[in-house]
Nanobody
Framework: QVQLVESGGGLVQAGGSLRLSCAAS????????MGWFRQAPGKERELVAA???????YYADSVKGRFTTSRDNAKNTVYLQMNSLKPEDTGVYYCAAGNLYGIRAKENYDYWGQGTQVTVSS
């Protein structure tokens, strides 16, 4: 089992920045791919960024150039730095862990955090 706890969400004006953190406990963090998902009201949960256990990264087109994910294996933590935020970035952000099907596949992720709300005002 892997337990994940997100933090760092909040309310920010358009153009602002937030840094989300996801702290992991349980099994060896460094063995897992880590993904960041976003769910806006009335929409499906979507993958916005991911970092593999080898530190390969993926970004959705909608966030490319604005969001950066990184990991600190010594702290069992993954981060999502979000810059130039837009109102359409509003949603609940979840981190997830997995390691079977590649970082772009939603089915890769077996463990999920409880989510943190990000609201971007215009």
């Amino acid at each position: 089992q892997v337990q994940l706890v997100e933090s760092g969400g909040g309310l920010v004006q358009a153009g602002g920045s937030l840094r989300l953190s996801c702290a992991a406990s349980g099994r060896t963090f460094s063995n897992y791919d880590m993904g960041w998902f976003r769910q806006a009201p009335g929409k499906e949960r979507e993958l916005v960024a991911a970092i593999s256990w080898r530190r390969n990264t993926y970004y959705a087109d909608s966030v490319k150039g604005r969001f950066t994910t990184s990991r600190d294996n010594a702290k069992n933590t993954v981060y999502l730095q979000m810059n130039s935020l837009k109102p359409e970035d509003t949603g609940v952000y979840y981190c997830a862990a997995g390691n079977l099907y590649g970082i772009r596949a939603k089915e890769n992720y077996d463990y999920w955090g409880q989510g943190t709300q990000v609201t971007v005002s215009s």
